[in-house]
């Protein structure tokens, strides 16, 4: 397991770079906004070398509010050519994933349409990737994307795209916490975890780890459960690093700790009706 941070978009990179390698981080999750992170403004050469003098890996992020799938066609294409670029950056700087948030801010437009307009972005992103040497991962978010159901309808139809699992996400605006019901479809595309604490509701606080109600030792038993040992971010956003700090500190000793996974139970299915909607059972194993 990997454990690192994501850079601040209004601070200098290489800086950025450099505090992280200071705390003992493992990798940089490279977000590429303005103002000071934009793909326009970063110097790709200067951040790999900053990378490798460091030791430190890295994975890509891009901006949550880029409009893929905007009705305004004019707008959607800027976007798509604006990931182009950054996946054109993540190459060069060593990324082996880009992370990218599915779009539903259309107004009057139903959720076909919003899943429609999705994956014509991302099957136009696909093969840039593929020259780049980047792969694509989904983050999962709050009110829209965040439950088998919904995820499904996006990752389904493109067996190349990865699940990028936000655990604080899958806290909020649900009635249960839906980590374990997206491990238990999407386990083995798993590529990429955020990690932070909250209270519920629909607040996404990025508190540190233990200062919110979330069970997160549960979750990183899934995690364990899921055979995922791969890079964690944790998205604690303070002011004061020693927060983060501490949570990197507790988040290494829960996963060598908490090696007992938690009881089996049972698994969604999903399935496709006649209409083509994807839909969720309940499903057991044979022992």
Known sequence: MLVGAMNHPAENVIDEIKWMAEMDLDFVDLTLEPPEAAVWKVDANAIRKALADHGLDVIGHTAYYLPLASPFESLRRAAVEELK????????VGAKWMNLHPDGKAPLHDKN???ERNLQTLRELLPVGRDCGVGLIIENLPGKWNTVLELSRLLEPLPEIGLHLDIGHAN?????NTTEELLSIYGPRLRHVHLHDNKGGSADLHLPLGSGTMEIPYHIRSLKKAKYDGTITLEVFCEDRHYLEYSRDLLRHWWEELAVPPPEKPKLAVTTTASGQY???????EE
């Open 172 to 176: 909020l605006m649900v009635e249960k």
């Open 279 to 285: 839909s969720t059972s309940n499903a057991r194993s």
């Open 85 to 92: 670029r950054c996946l054109e950056v993540f190459g060069k």
């Open 113 to 115: 349409f919003h899943v």
